[in-house]
């Protein structure tokens, strides 16, 4: 399958045509310059090819330097490139890539912020975040997804065992959810304000209606969770607590309430009430108090996050949480810097 987007239903809520999916051609390299490593002109005609994205501003791609590096070493006719995007170039990345040393023992090249393979392989493809990796076999993309599946996938393929069919059709159904959840926040966004700017009863009627289309959508307890906001009558309040006992689920919809009425001045009063109720509420969870933390942050109110900070520190020091940059600046804000 090649040129146009054939991924029927899968395309057709994207901003661009999807055209490069498992099955495809390999689009040609275009790279900027060599960070480190061997430069390599093309793709193996006859092999296989990692093809890795990152940034330097990417937490989430930090654990994977040492994973790919290993990769590298155990399989020699791999291979392998790790490509920046979505950054200016700058000697900042050179500094970056030989501070890590051998966490990064691999070609590194730097492609472009949003042009070079920016746009023709991770725009083409729909990925909307790094890290992504790709897997090449015989200049056919095999695989699209995110390097934690990659050594078992890459096992797959040079075996040949994988199956790239099975992969095309399980990238299109990715692709569906992917879009489905975007028109999804996209009429949450629209109900949201609809009931902020004083047509509660239009919104109400809008969520019952997407609540009935979709009986499984979590984002209706968000919104319905966030308006309380609006009564102050420390109906909010109850409703945050409630939901705080239910674990990581219910801290997700609680998070998510605090977010979707934050930016409205007449729910500030119903938000700080909760955040004072969770910090008084005797929880141990650091999770907790970070919920709290931010609901003070967004509201720009000093004093409490001041508290939480200090709560905040305390939680993450009983649980051996480690994390030097976050607890330097948790320390800072508890002294009330």
């Known amino acids: 399958m090649t040129g146009a987007c054939l991924l029927v239903g899968a395309c057709l809520a994207q901003s661009q045509p ?30 296989i090819a990692v093809v890795d994205f990152w940034a330097t501003w990417c937490g989430t791609c930090r654990p994977f330097y040492p994973r790919l590096s290993e990769l590298v070493r155990k399989h020699k006719d791999v291979t392998v490139i790790a490509v920046d995007i979505w950054e200016k170039d700058s000697p900042s990345i050179d500094a970056f890539v030989n501070k890590a040393e051998h966490k990064m023992d691999y070609n590194i090249a730097y492609s472009g912020e949003q042009d070079g393979m920016a746009a023709t392989w991770m725009a083409a493809s729909g990925s909307k975040g790094v890290p992504t990796t790709f897997i090449v076999k015989d200049r056919i993309i095999q695989w699209i997804g995110h390097p934690i599946d990659l050594e078992k996938t890459l096992d797959e393929v040079i075996a040949g065992t994988f199956n790239v069919h099975k992969a095309q059709e399980a990238f299109r159904q990715a692709l569906i959810q992917a879009a489905k959840g975007a028109e999804l926040s ?6 949201n304000a609809q009931f902020w700017s004083g047509d509660a009863k239009g919104a109400h009627e809008k969520l019952s209606m997407t609540k009935k289309s979709r009986p499984s959508w979590d984002g209706a307890e968000i919104l319905e969770t966030s308006w309380l ?21 219910g801290r997700t919809i609680a998070q998510n309430a605090f977010l979707r009425c934050m930016k409205y001045k007449r729910a500030h009063k119903s938000i700080r009430e909760a955040a004072r109720a969770i910090l008084a509420s005797g929880t141990e969870d650091g999770n907790d108090y970070m919920i709290a933390y931010n609901a003070f942050k967004g509201l720009g109110d000093k004093p409490g996050i001041k508290r939480a900070a200090a709560m905040l520190l305390q939680a993450f020091k009983k649980e051996g949480k480690t994390d030097s940059k976050i607890q330097k600046q948790l320390e800072q804000e508890a002294r009330g810097g």
Do not use: C, Q
């Open 18 to 47: 999807i055209t490069l999916y498992p099955g495809a051609n390999a689009p040609a390299l275009s790279l900027k310059r060599w960070v480190k490593g061997r430069p390599v002109n093309e793709l193996p005609e006859d092999g």
């Open 186 to 191: 996209k009429a949450m966004d629209e109900i």
């Open 229 to 249: 906001a609006a009564r102050n009558d420390h109906s909010f309040e109850k409703a945050i607590l409630t939901l705080m006992e239910k674990g990581y689920e």
